[in-house]
Structures are given as C-alpha cells and as structure tokens.
C-alpha cells in the first residue's frame, strides 16, 4: 500500500479523526498536522493521512476565517 507524503504546510485530512489541518513534520514515523491558522498540533499516523477532497477548496471568502473550506460547487 503506497503512503501518501504530503507537502509542509500542504492541507491534509486525518482520516481516523476527521479534522483537516496542515502538515508540518514527520518525526519518529508520525506525521504532525496543526489546524488551519495555527494552533495546537496533532499526531498521526502516515496510514491515516491523505489529500484533502478533490471537491474542497482552500479560500477566504470576505468575512470567513482565514484558511477557511469550502465547496469549490458553491
């Protein structure tokens, strides 16, 4: 099975977790993501990681946090 390898600061899903956030390291076989904007980082394992959904985009829309998600079908 191949294991996805993201780029640092690339935003990836937590598939055991659910939570999206950006990846940082990986240290002792453990990837490191932090949530979008910074904030408090995570670990997991490199099985679990993988690309956000083709379907999402990165944006700010006027009034939204910054690095919010949303639709790119919006």
Do not use: C, H
């Amino acid at each position: 099975m191949d294991v996805f390898t993201p780029r640092v600061g690339q935003l990836v899903r937590d598939r055991r977790t659910g939570r999206v956030g950006e990846y940082m390291d990986t240290i002792g076989g453990e990837r490191y993501l932090r949530p979008e904007g910074g904030g408090k980082e995570w670990a997991a394992d490199p099985v679990n990681v993988g690309p956000v959904a083709p379907d999402l985009e990165y944006a700010n829309p006027a009034g939204a946090p910054k690095g919010s998600l949303r639709s790119a079908q919006q």
